[in-house]
């Protein structure tokens, strides 16, 4: 049987683009679609403008920094309409490079919305019918509203970015790490930031200590950070948005942000129709090869529901290509994945947390928790958190947190270290860098507590 294309991607973001590039390079017939931006979430809504976003609220601290080191220098105002146009003038210039890269590799881009309509065929929204040996479905997931009467006054991540103008005040419900990474930036930009969390502390799934530094310092910070606490009524009043919190306390606020979970995009992507087996949220089940319940069929990316972030999505895309596209079967490796919270303060981690490991075998504790010398300096209260969870009977680090200033950049490098299986021994025996936030690592002698 002969088809159209040898593979067919739907979704162009960070898994698709990526397989369907490396796909192409071993001289597969390639096509893609895309419904909306090429780069998908992490270039259009995702990473990369919140990045930016956290920069640019950085720079009061800086500023009132730079006052303390002797610098005659004064804030003014932040300019909210010139830094949105440079940003998305920045990701226009992205989004071309990811179509340059398409066509570069001769991948046929479809700018338009894919439904699957048999193993072999896609239907596009422009009514083409295209028939592929393979499909790759890597359409990532979108955010989610709690059912709530006039829910839709409020807004997800992906309106924040496109905002006429900045409110006065918000409130930001959710606590995970979206959530707290927008209540921090905002801050930083001078809105008056609420934040509601229904659970007893934000950050769920991360380490117990880490949260608890994160959330006193984001209060520190000025963020209303009320945990055990839920909307529970919204309405407009007055051009404004009056709440009711679980708690009683009633609220008129600019704006309201819902930052409550994300979902599978799979709605209308006819699984149905071929039977591709999904869980409970919606997320497409695959092997450790990326391969759906249809044999032609495989799924990378957000819609799996396995580790959302972008650098996994890619993992997953080139695992594929090599299974399908080399011979050459690669299942991904989902161990021991680094990543960073993006708020004030930053946080980065690798491997368990403190709870998670002593629920799994006999550890030793090492914590150094310390205020900087270059915040210090400049009056701030600011906390670093450094943190080892070793376990007893193999001396291994099983994981790291780091609450610091840059500390994605370090978690990068110590992830290196606990992947490659260190010893808290093999950390003791390199020499610290000397004066640095990180030295902490190696050199914290007595463990703070075993469990
Ligand atoms: P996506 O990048 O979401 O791409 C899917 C694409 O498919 C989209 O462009 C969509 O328009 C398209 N699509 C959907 N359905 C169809 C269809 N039927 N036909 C055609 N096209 C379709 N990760 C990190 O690693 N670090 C971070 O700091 C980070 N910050 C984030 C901040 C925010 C606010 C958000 C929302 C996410 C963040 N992430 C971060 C997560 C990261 O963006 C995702 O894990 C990553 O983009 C997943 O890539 P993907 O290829 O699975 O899906």
């Given amino acids: 049987m002969s088809f159209d294309y040898d593979l067919f991607v ?29 780069g998908g979430t992490c270039v259009i809504r995702g990473c990369v403008p919140k990045k930016l976003m956290v920069f640019a609220s950085e720079f009061p601290n800086a500023i009132e920094d730079a006052q303390a080191y002797g610098w005659d220098v004064s804030s003014g105002d932040f300019d909210w309409t010139d830094f949105r146009t ?26 338009a919305r894919a439904t699957i309509k048999d193993e072999h065929t896609v239907t596009l929204s422009t009514g083409e019918d295209i028939t592929a040996k393979h499909i790759l479905i890597a359409v990532g997931g979108r955010p989610v509203k709690p059912e709530l009467v006039n829910v839709d006054l409020g807004i997800t991540s ?22 707290c990474e927008f209540a921090g930036i905002l801050n930083g930009l001078g809105v008056e930031v ?4 229904r659970g007893a502390q934000i950050l769920r799934g991360f380490d117990d200590e880490a949260r608890g530094l994160i959330a006193d310092q984001m209060r520190d910070k000025g963020v209303n950070l009320h945990c055990g606490t839920n909307i529970l009524e919204m309405e407009r009043r007055d051009g404004k948005i009056w709440t009711k919190a679980t708690n ?21 992507l006819g699984l149905e129709n071929v039977g591709v087996n999904v869980g409970r949220l919606g997320e497409i089940i695959v092997d450790e090869y990326n391969q759906t319940n249809v044999p032609s069929i495989y799924a990378v990316g957000d819609v799996t529901d396995r580790v959302q972030l972008t650098p996994v999505a890619i993992r997953e895309a080139m695992a594929f290509v090599e299974t399908v ?5 690669t299942p991904v490796d989902h161990e ?20 998670q490991a002593r629920d799994q075998e006999p550890i030793e504790v090492y914590t150094s928790s310390f205020r900087p010398m270059q915040t210090l300096f400049a009056g701030r209260e600011d906390r670093v958190l450094m943190k080892l969870i070793v376990s007893q009977a193999t001396r291994k ?43 902490e690592l190696v050199t914290m002698k007595s463990p703070t507590r075993t469990a």
């Fill in 336 to 355: 021991l994945i680094p990543s960073a919270v993006f708020t004030q303060p930053e946080y980065g981690a690798v491997g368990l947390t403190e709870e």
């Fill in 10 to 38: 739907i979704g162009g973001g960070s898994g698709g683009v990526r397989a369907a590039r490396v796909a192409a390079a071993t001289g597969a017939k390639v096509a893609l679609a895309e419904e909306y931006r090429m």
């Fill in 194 to 197: 609420t934040q509601y969390y």
């Fill in 397 to 439: 680090v099983l994981g790291v947190h780091i609450v610091a200033p840059q500390a994605g950049e370090m978690i990068q490098m110590v992830g290196i270290a606990v992947k490659m299986g260190a010893t808290k021994e093999d950390f003791d025996r390199v020499c610290a860098v000397h004066p640095t936030m990180a030295e």
């Fill in 325 to 329: 596209f080399k011979g050459n079967p």
């Fill in 158 to 179: 992906n309106e924040i970015f496109l905002l006429e103008d900045l409110p006065k005040s918000i409130l930001i419900i959710g606590g995970g790490y979206i959530a």
């Fill in 86 to 111: 440079k940003m998305h003038a920045e990701l226009d210039r992205l989004e071309g490079i990811y179509r340059r890269l398409l066509d570069g590799s001769s991948v046929r881009a479809y700018d």
């Fill in 248 to 268: 009683g306390t009633e609220a008129t606020f600019d704006q309201v942000m819902f930052a409550t979970g994300r979902t599978p995009n799979v709605e209308g």
